[in-house]
């Protein structure tokens, strides 16, 4: 098996092991003429989420909470078809299995502090309000004939 473009890093000095990643190749649909019943062109990249090492193990627990939807056993699985190559395909899956890790191994955002209006913006908002009122109501027929 040829080594890959590169580590894929998920973020910061974490990137996905080449060890722990499972490939399979099938023929893809699409256009492609006759070579796409000779190539085995589409690309299925699973990772054991559940029994990895190359994760904190805070990192690991928060993406199998958040990726729980679409884990099947505690793997999850990426699938790449939208190159002819084989090998565009593959650096695709990689790519985008990275992605997916980074945005579920994330942390959570900071909680919204609470914030007041502040007085001169809610009396504008009144005024102007006000303001509006009386145009409309100035525009009833009453006093047009």
Known sequence: ??????????????????????WRFSRSSGP????????DSQV????????TKALPEVWRARALERLA????????????SEHRSQWRNREAA????????????????????PTRIPRGINERRLREKKQRAETKRGRTGRDWQ
């Open 1 to 22: 098996m040829v080594a890959m473009s590169g580590p894929h890093v998920i973020r910061g000095s974490v990137s996905l092991p080449e060890a722990e990643l499972m």
């Open 32 to 39: 492609g003429g006759q070579h796409v019943n000779t190539t």
């Open 44 to 51: 299925e990249l699973r990772f054991d989420l559940a029994s």
């Open 69 to 80: 939807g679409r884990l099947a056993d505690g793997v999850i699985t990426v699938r790449a």
């Open 94 to 113: 990689a790519v985008r299995l990275a992605a997916l890790l980074a945005e579920a191994t994330a942390p959570p955002p900071r909680p919204r502090r």
